[in-house]
């Protein structure tokens, strides 16, 4: 077996335990189109995992996503469908969630499709990565009340020239860049968003069965 095909159901297989742990039965779709999880309720979950790779900040994880769909042919094999621009797959048309899951460190994001709609990656990173927890007001304003840029540095533990570029302007679109990564952190082990998915779901094959009798009594 591949290495990458291997990675990739060990994957699936360790969130389909996850799941298990937590009352949900996962069941396997013969032909992955978008899903690699279905639940008993219906609920879509595709899976992506990564090793983690080397950095000064913990290290990072970076889940590749698509650029495009697959379309099969009995002709020339397979290829992919040119009306899929790059970075314009619809991903919560195929699935409910993404469960990333990092290898390494065993954690686990659980990100609604929607969020990743036209993305062709997620990455996420260590646990200390200054960009990520970097105030800068804050720091604009230690600098106002007279502390020096050694102290701001010591303070929010960055290097002197990090406080220079804040200072400066010139951190600004860093900070953009990773305000999208601060989301998709905020979704680690947010398992029960399946859960309410799954609670949803079953209500309302509830009350389509109550509907039901009534129309037929």
Known sequence: MAPRLAQGQA??????????????????????CGADILTDWGTRVQVKCSH?????????????????????????????NPLRERGSRTYSNECDFFALWGIEDNRFWI????????KTAAIM?????????????AIRGDSESGMSQRAI??????????????LHGKI??????????KV???????WELILAEENLLSEGEANLEVSAMAGEV
């Open 153 to 166: 540095a010591d303070k929010y533990n960055i290097s002197q020239k990090s406080v220079l570029r804040v």
């Open 52 to 80: 983690r790779r080397p950095s000064i900040w913990g290290g990072t994880y970076h889940f590749a996503l698509s650029s495009g769909i697959t379309v099969y042919t009995g002709v020339n094999g397979y290829k992919k």
């Open 11 to 32: 994957g699936v297989y360790t969130v389909a335990a996850q799941l298990l742990l937590r009352g949900i039965n996962p069941c396997f779709p013969a032909v992955d």
């Open 125 to 137: 990173v260590g646990s200390d990565c200054p960009w990520l927890r970097l105030d800068m007001a």
């Open 111 to 118: 990100v609604p499709a929607a969020l990743l709609d036209g």
């Open 172 to 181: 600004i679109k860093v900070n953009v860049e990773t305000g999208f990564s």
């Open 184 to 190: 998709l952190l905020s979704y680690e082990n947010r």
